[in-house]
C-alpha cells in the first residue's frame, strides 16, 4: 500500500494532468452533447428495429412508424441532424482541440482553431468525380480516384467524420504547438494603430504566426503524400488505427481499464478522468464506427466493436457501481452516519453521480469497501465483454445522456435492446448481493461508536 501511494499513484496524476491528454479530454467533453444530439437522431430514425422480425416482432409497429417519420419529414429532418452532428466529428474535434490546446498554452484559442481547421481541411483529400467510361474490377468494392483532371473539388465525407479523428487529433495538436509558440514572437505581430478596432487589430496581430503555420504545416502533408503516396489519413490509419484498435478492442483492455479507474479512486484521484484522458480518443471512434453500422440498418455481431461499451454496463450509479452498495445500505445497514449518506445520494446515484458515497460514506482509503468498489466494475467490464462479443446481449452503438437512471441508459444505448436492459437489472441485483457482506462488515466494526 504505501509503495502505491508513494509510487503508482503520483505517476497516475501526473499523466491525468499532461496538457496534451487533458486537452483532448477537454475537447472531447465540449462536443459530447452534439455527439449524444446525434445519436438521439439516429436513434429516432431506427428505433422500430426493436419490433423487426428478429427482435420483438410486430412487424406492424415496425412498418407503421417507419411510415409515419418518412411523411411526416421527422426522418429528414433527423437525418439533417446527424449529418451536421456525428457525420462531422472530425471537423468539430480540430476546432474544439484547438482552442483547448490554446488555452493550455496561453494562446488565442479562437485564432488556433481557426488556423487548425484551415490546415486540417486544406490537406483532406478531393473527392473525384468518374466519367461514364471509367472501369475497375468487378471485386472492387472501394476504389479512390485520385486523377486531378476529373476532380470535383469536394471533400470525402469519410475524412469528416470519426474517420478523421486521429488525423484530427495529432494535426491540431501540432499545428497548435507551432502557431502559439510563433504567436508569441513579438517580432513576427503586426501592431496597428490604437484607433482600430480590437477585433481588427488581434487579426493582424497573429497574421505573420498563421501564414508561417499554414504554410510549412500544409507543405508538410502535401510531400509526404507526394513522397509517400499516401495521404495522412492513410499513413494514420495504417500505423496508428489499425493497430491501437486491434489492441484495444480485447477483453484484457476492458478489465485493465475498468480496474484502473476504480483503483485511482480509492486513493481519491478522478480515476474515469485519468483513465479517459488516453481511452476517449481511441473508444470515441469505435462507438461512431458502431452508430454508423446501426444507422445501417445492422444488428447483433454485425456491430463491429465491443470495447466501448462496457463502461455502459460498468458502471451502474457512478464508479464503482455503487448503486448495489446504495441498495444493500438501505437494506442491511445500520451504521447511522452510512444511512444518512446514502439517503441523501440516492436521487444522484440514480443519475450516475456518486461523489457523495466516495468522499461521504466514504470509499477513498476505506479498507472495508475499497475490494468492492473495485471487483464489482471489473467483473461486469469481463462479464458484459463476453456477452457482448457473443452476441448474447446487444453491442453499444449509440452516445446515451450518460446521467439516463440505469436499464433505460442500457436500452437507449444499445438502440433499444432489450436484452441488455434485461442484463442491466441482474447485474444491480448481483452488485447488491456483491456489497451486501461489506455493508455487514462496517456494521461489526463500526458498533461500537454508535
Not at 470519426?162 to 487529433?169: D, E, K, L, P
Not at 496581430?205 to 495522412?232: E, F
Not at 439517503?343 to 450516475?352: Q, R
Not at 466516495?358 to 477513498?364: A, N, Q, R, S, T
Amino acid at each position: 500500500m504505501k509503495f502505491l501511494e508513494e509510487k503508482f499513484v503520483p505517476l497516475a496524476a501526473r499523466i491525468g494532468s499532461q496538457r496534451h491528454l487533458v486537452a483532448i479530454r477537454d475537447a472531447f467533453v465540449v462536443i459530447m452533447p452534439v455527439t449524444i444530439v446525434g445519436a438521439i437522431a439516429v436513434l429516432i430514425n431506427n428505433i422500430q428495429g426493436v419490433f423487426a422480425k428478429n427482435g420483438l416482432n410486430i412487424v406492424s409497429i415496425q412498418e407503421g412508424y417507419t411510415n409515419f417519420i418518412k411523411t411526416t419529414g421527422i426522418q429528414d429532418v433527423m437525418t439533417a441532424v446527424n449529418k451536421g452532428s456525428i457525420n462531422m466529428m472530425a471537423v468539430l474535434l480540430v476546432v474544439t482541440l484547438g482552442y483547448q490546446m490554446a488555452k493550455g498554452l496561453n494562446g488565442d484559442g479562437i485564432a488556433t482553431s481557426v488556423v487548425g481547421l484551415t490546415c486540417y481541411l486544406g490537406l483532406a483529400p478531393a473527392v473525384q468525380t468518374l466519367t461514364n467510361s471509367y472501369k475497375w474490377a468487378e471485386e472492387a468494392t472501394n476504389v479512390d480516384v485520385l486523377t486531378a483532371d476529373v476532380a470535383s473539388g469536394g471533400l470525402a465525407a469519410n475524412k469528416l467524420d470519426s474517420g478523421g479523428m486521429f488525423v484530427g487529433m495529432i494535426l491540431t495538436m501540432i499545428v497548435s504547438e507551432i502557431f502559439v509558440r510563433l504567436s508569441r514572437n513579438d517580432k513576427l505581430k503586426i501592431t496597428l494603430p490604437d484607433g482600430v478596432p480590437p477585433a481588427v487589430a488581434g487579426s493582424f496581430s497573429v497574421l505573420i504566426p498563421a501564414i508561417i503555420t499554414v504554410i510549412l504545416v500544409v507543405a508538410t502533408g502535401v510531400y509526404i503524400d507526394k513522397l509517400s503516396g499516401m495521404d495522412l489519413w492513410t499513413i494514420v490509419q495504417k500505423f496508428v488505427s489499425a493497430p491501437l484498435n486491434s489492441v484495444a478492442d480485447t477483453l484484457g483492455t476492458a478489465v485493465l481499464v475498468y480496474f484502473l479507474i476504480n483503483f485511482l479512486w480509492v486513493f481519491g484521484l478522478h480515476g474515469a478522468n485519468i483513465v479517459g484522458s488516453v481511452t476517449t480518443p481511441i473508444f470515441t471512434p469505435l462507438l461512431l464506427e458502431n452508430t454508423q453500422a446501426y444507422e445501417a440498418g445492422k444488428t447483433g455481431t454485425e456491430i463491429p466493436n465491443v470495447v466501448h461499451g462496457v463502461g455502459v454496463f460498468s458502471v451502474i450509479g457512478g464508479s464503482g457501481s455503487t448503486l448495489g452498495l446504495i441498495i444493500a445500505v438501505l437494506i442491511f445497514g445500520k451504521v447511522q452516519a452510512e444511512r444518512t449518506v446514502i439517503g441523501i445520494s440516492i436521487a444522484p446515484g440514480l443519475f450516475e453521480i456518486n461523489e457523495p458515497v466516495i468522499f461521504g460514506v466514504p470509499i477513498v482509503m476505506n479498507p472495508v469497501y475499497m475490494l468492492p468498489f473495485i471487483a464489482g466494475p471489473t467483473i461486469l467490464a469481463a462479464l458484459s465483454y463476453i456477452l457482448m462479443d457473443m452476441g448474447i446481449i446487444e453491442r453499444v452503438c449509440l452516445s446515451a445522456p450518460w446521467v439516463t437512471p440505469p436499464i433505460l441508459y442500457q436500452f437507449l444505448a444499445t438502440g433499444g435492446g432489450i436484452k441488455a436492459a434485461i442484463f442491466t437489472a441482474i447485474e444491480i441485483v448481483g452488485l447488491t448481493v456483491l456489497w451486501m457482506p461489506f455493508v455487514m462488515i462496517s456494521n461489526k466494526q463500526n458498533a461500537s461508536k454508535e
